[in-house]
């Protein structure tokens, strides 16, 4: 099992510590500067653990399921354990439910600990109970925060498990734990905008928060529908037949690509292709380039630019097969690109054959028109008896 902190991650940190150094001294005046420099590293220290704690909870479980699962804490919490397809209910009950029981378990230590400590009545402990009652608020808050009912939290994991026991239908399970989401968002929304009224200026970070919450709720019901209307699918059955993959030369210059080079005898790109496989000299494949990608090279560059240097190279695409089921792929698709270049080929797959060779190429549209026509396929018949 591997745990990993993101930039973000010490990012939280490293305001952890700032707050704690302006904090302390208020709190608990008098102490020597080295007392401070040890309290707020406590705090740090206890901040960065009481995360890992809570995702470690959650992969363990995870891992009785899927046999392989990391912990990764970023500057909002965990990262990728709420990606995870789980088998059942029960499952997602339980892997919900671990991070919350945990913190919940390091904020009652941290209680003891406070107690043990005679509360901040004693003088003489007055740092060391301020840093356990930062333990205690820091898990407290991350038991409390995490089980609200919204997209992307424990909650609303909860809520989806429930509703899936019940129902025994995962995507409705998901449609109605995204309906709680979007309520939790509406009301926290109008919290915000009530307590700005009252000219509370807090109010303000409670109605983006809500915001946020409402949209990612919607986007995980989107996300729900689109997966039923491929359920079943696998790539052969999305991939555009008759239509040879598109390749572009990794050496010639995104000028002469776009615009064709007579001299070469070199027409240029295709219209209506929004993606291009790169290859090199010898064949090989060495990345994908996209159309907003060439557009993006500045146009006094282009002539002296070679596609394989404005391509995403090989390394950050995704592959498939041809018997992959498009839910298995699209779940991998939800990985967030790891360089730059990336960004512009997200979405995009390339499909080998038997044979290891290129055997076509997917885009966003590709996956959006295979939706539509899932839809269509799921939908109910008309007054006629055809589907509508």
């Known amino acids: 099992m591997h745990v990993r902190v993101t930039t973000g991650g010490y990012l939280l940190g490293v305001l952890a510590a700032g707050a704690s150094a302006l904090i302390l001294p208020a709190v608990a005046p008098g102490q020597p500067v080295g007392s401070y420099l040890t309290a707020t590293v406590a705090v740090v220290v206890i901040l960065l653990v009481s995360m890992i704690a809570h995702e470690l909870g959650h992969a363990v479980v995870l891992r009785r399921y899927r046999g392989r699962a990391d912990a990764t804490v970023g500057f909002l919490g965990g990262i990728g354990h709420g990606r995870a397809e789980l088998p059942s209910a029960r499952a997602q009950w339980q892997v919900a439910v671990a991070g919350p029981l945990v913190s919940l378990l390091l904020a009652a230590l941290g209680l003891a600990a406070l107690v043990a400590l005679g509360g901040p009545a004693r003088t003489g402990t007055l740092l060391p109970a301020t840093v356990a009652a930062a333990s205690v608020w820091i898990n407290g808050l991350l038991t409390v925060a995490n089980l609200i009912p919204a997209a992307g939290l424990d909650g609303g994991r909860i809520v989806r498990a429930l509703a899936w026991a019940r129902s025994g239908d995962p995507t409705r399970a998901i449609l109605i734990s995204a309906r709680f989401g979007q309520v939790t968002g509406a009301i ?129 695409l995704v592959f498939t097969t041809p018997d992959e089921s498009v839910t298995a792929l699209r779940a991998r698709l939800n990985v967030r690109p790891s360089v730059p270049a990336a960004l512009y080929t997200a979405g995009h797959v390339l499909v080998l054959g038997p044979d290891g060779d290129l055997a076509g190429l997917l885009t966003p549209a590709d996956f959006t028109q295979a939706a539509r026509l899932g839809a269509r396929r799921a939908a109910p018949p008309g007054p006629g008896g055809e589907a509508g």
Do not use: C, K, N, Y
């Open 188 to 316: 926290l929304t109008a919290a915000g905008i009530t307590a700005v009224a009252l000219h509370h200026v807090a109010g303000v970070w409670a109605a983006l928060l809500g915001i946020l919450m409402i949209t990612a709720s919607r986007a995980e019901a989107g996300q729900a529908m689109t997966s039923a209307a491929l359920a079943g699918l696998r790539v052969r059955d999305i991939l555009p037949a008759g239509q040879p993959s598109p390749v572009a030369r990794g050496w010639q210059s995104v000028q002469s690509f776009l615009e064709g080079d007579s001299e070469l005898g070199l027409a240029p790109a295709p219209p209506g292709v929004t993606a291009f496989a790169v290859r090199d000299f010898d064949g090989q494949l060495t990345g994908l380039i996209t159309r907003s990608q060439l557009s993006a090279v500045p146009r006094g560059r282009r002539a002296v630019t070679r596609l394989s240097q404005a391509a995403t190279p090989v390394d950050h």
